[in-house]
């Protein structure tokens, strides 16, 4: 059945067209994110609950955040220790199927620039934005990122 999976990653993806990653844009300081998220996001200290990918730094977090048919741990990132947004990782939970998931990212990016099987990158002009996806032992990490210079 095609309907959930489509429906699913309209949720993931919608954002306000001002946005970046759903109501954040790259660059916002900690707090403008942490207020952005309407009372979901909490400030959060780097340890092995909550990680970012290229040695970036997690300042906030939003746990099992339901979006579409999917549930993730939602981590803002940082380049630098209370420096602005610069990367939003999601990590799967719940069981969430990581083939429904690719399948999905398909649907709404189309080709990837790369897939190698458990890495397949998305490189969205519409968004300017990079998406990785990272499936491992069944789980899953969806990262966004911007694709422009300085960020």
């Known amino acids: 059945m095609r309907l959930p999976w489509i429906v699913s990653i309209f949720f993931l993806m919608v954002s306000p067209a001002s946005a970046d990653w759903q109501y954040t ?6 707090d403008q994110v942490i207020a952005a998220s309407k009372g979901e996001a909490r400030k959060v200290n780097p340890g092995p609950n909550f990680v970012c990918n290229d040695k ?6 939003i746990q ?26 999601l990590d799967s939970n719940d069981n969430v199927n990581v083939y429904s998931l690719k399948r999905a990212l398909l649907a709404q990016f ?3 620039a790369s897939d190698r099987g458990d890495t397949t990158i998305w490189n969205d002009q519409k968004s ?24």
Do not use: H
């Not at 999917?70 to 610069?86: A, E, H």
């Not at 300017?128 to 960020?151: C, D, H, M, Q, V």
């Open 56 to 61: 970036q730094i997690p300042f906030a977090a």
């Open 128 to 151: 300017g934005n990079t998406i990785s996806l990272f499936i491992t032992l069944g789980t899953s990490i969806l990262e966004y990122r911007s694709n422009k210079s300085g960020f």
């Open 110 to 112: 189309g080709r990837p």
């Open 64 to 89: 099992k955040k339901v979006i579409g048919d999917f549930s993730f741990d939602v981590i803002f990132c940082s380049k630098m220790q209370g420096g602005p947004l610069t990367s939003v990782r």
């Open 25 to 30: 844009k790259w660059g916002m300081t900690q």
